[in-house]
């Protein structure tokens, strides 16, 4: 896509979404089946661990794709803002 076409906030008829700082966007072990496409903004892929810390397994950058689950199961991993994120929800 050009610059012009990915600066536009209405990709594949969806409007992009603005998280605050430190927002979840999307938590481990969800069920839900949304992924993210990342339009702007720092954002942590991370896997709780089970002594309460988080293991971080990567930073998305503008333009990844986020949030894929396994065919029969949750989530593996929660997506949170650092900065402002913004991100395109897809059903």
């Known amino acids: 896509m050009s610059k012009n076409e990915w600066g536009n906030n209405n990709f594949l ?3 992009a979404k603005i998280y605050k700082p430190h927002s ?3 938590r ?3 069920d839900n089946s949304e992924i993210f496409i990342v339009k702007s903004g720092w954002g942590i892929l991370y896997q709780a ?3 309460g810390e988080r ?7 503008k333009g990844d794709v986020v ?3 396994g065919l029969d199961g949750p989530r ?3 997506l949170a803002s650092i900065t402002e994120l913004a991100v395109y929800e897809i059903s």
């Open 67 to 69: 949030g894929f689950r």
């Open 28 to 30: 481990q072990e969800d």
């Open 49 to 51: 661990l089970p002594d």
């Open 13 to 15: 008829g969806v409007t």
């Open 76 to 78: 593996l991993a929660s």
């Open 55 to 61: 293991q971080i397994i990567d930073t998305p950058l």
């Open 24 to 26: 979840v966007i999307c």
